[in-house]
């Protein structure tokens, strides 16, 4: 076959003029050697200085384009989460903004599972192991949490079916209300106040499902998983979400000058995903409902990373945020959840001992109202479904980053014996 231009053999051309030129200005004299000897010597150096040469570009090469792969993924992350942190009040913590959260934690973990395929000799050696070992540790209680995310989703749904009945009742009637409708409104408060307080309660029906994304519960399903830890294919009774957070916060520290030396840098995006899948964890955790919610983690990212500003700022902004409702009382902080929870609270007050005729004040509250409960339950209808597309596809990355990571470390331990 005939290469038109090979680019290495025209480096090795350029190489060996390079060397002939230097070999001709300071060869010694060969007069008292013999030809055999002296083209001998003439081509070890030659074959020699262009090996070593070779090598060297390659070598700096690989490590200039190592860099410029943590470098670029650092300017990355850093630019999503400066985007995320500039969402107004009324943005942060919408069903849009959440959607816009786990989209930036799907491309940024992404980004790094490219990086570990870019490296897979590295992530095989100490102390990078240890460090790639710890994050897949982490990477199975996130399992949970995205399990127990998408519970979180079916609730809502659920409270929007008794939403729909009081909207049905009350709403969209040109005629006067009457008491028939007052009491079917009624009806679907209590039953959504039911529903909302059962949230609380660990042995929710919700919490007692075995299931997960992609899985049936079935007993053959269950076997074929028998490798893997249970805990990431279920949402037990006992499961805590709280419990999980602080799991995956303890020993959450900037990798060390030695570290990052002894890994060529990669031990950064290791500790940068650390901290984005806790922060994206607990933003999920605060505001979807889960099974034992609780926001009291150790969250604090050292302030020599440029993406540390955005993500401090959002965890104190969203920690704010809690302050101003009672967290105990609270479904989550999402904007959306906290809407319902203000306009159920004046309706109820409203339905629940009214007097006919209704005062033009009062049909104007339930008016208020209703068009508040209507544009509530539009965006449930419009985010909810992508949503929870967004926890599934967040699922399916850090599941098929930790199968292969783990795929490396298992190949080389193997290779080692």
């Not at 025209?10 to 003029?17: I, M």
Request: hydrophobic share 35%.
């Amino acid at each position: 076959m005939i290469t038109l231009f090979n680019p290495q053999a025209s480096h090795d051309l350029l190489c060996f003029r390079s060397t002939l030129f230097n070999c001709k200005a300071t060869m010694p004299s060969t007069d008292n050697q013999s030809p055999s000897s002296s083209f001998s010597s003439f081509g070890r150096s030659i074959f020699g200085v262009r090996q070593e040469q070779v090598h060297s570009v390659d070598a700096g090469h690989e490590s200039d384009s190592c860099n410029l792969e943590l470098g670029s993924f650092q300017r990355r992350v850093t630019d999503r989460f400066q985007d995320l942190s500039g969402a107004s009040n009324d943005e942060l913590l919408s069903i849009d903004w959440v959607q816009k959260l786990l989209g930036v934690f799907i491309c940024c973990h992404e980004e790094f599972r490219t990086i570990l395929l870019n490296n897979k000799e590295q992530v095989s050696k100490p102390p990078l192991d240890r460090l790639i070992s710890e994050f897949f540790e982490k990477s199975v209680k996130a399992l949970d949490i995205c399990n127990a995310s998408r519970d979180g989703v079916e609730k809502i749904r659920t409270w929007q079916k008794h939403l729909d009945i009081v909207l049905s009742a009350l709403g969209s009637n040109k005629r006067a209300l009457n008491e028939g409708q007052f009491r079917r409104a009624r009806k679907a408060l209590m039953d959504l106040a039911l529903a909302m307080l059962e949230e609380k309660d660990s042995g929710s029906v919700f919490s007692q499902r075995n299931r997960s994304f992609g899985r049936h519960n079935s007993s053959k399903d269950q076997h074929s998983a028998g490798h893997s830890r249970s805990q990431s294919w279920s949402v037990s009774r006992s499961w805590s979400a709280a419990k999980q957070l602080q799991s995956i916060a303890s020993n959450l520290v900037p990798p060390r000058g030695n570290e990052i030396s002894a890994t060529r840098g990669l031990a950064v995006p290791v500790y940068t995903m650390n901290c984005i899948l806790l922060f994206v964890l607990w933003t999920l955790v605060a505001a979807i409902p889960c099974q034992d919610r609780g926001l009291n983690i150790h969250f604090s990212v050292s302030r020599q990373f440029s993406w540390s500003v955005p993500v401090n700022s959002l965890y104190e902004r969203i920690m704010e945020e809690s302050k101003k409702r009672d967290r105990r009382n609270s479904n989550g902080l999402l904007k959306e959840i906290y809407r319902v929870e203000l306009c159920t609270r004046h309706l109820t007050d409203l339905v629940d001992s009214p007097q006919f005729p209704l005062t033009e004040d009062q049909e104007m509250e339930i008016e208020q109202d209703m068009k508040e409960l209507t544009h509530v339950c539009e965006a449930f209808s419009a985010g909810l479904d992508p949503l929870e597309r967004q926890v599934r596809e967040g699922f399916r990355k850090i599941m098929t980053c930790r199968t292969e990571g783990l795929d490396y470390l298992g190949s080389s331990s193997y290779a080692d014996q």
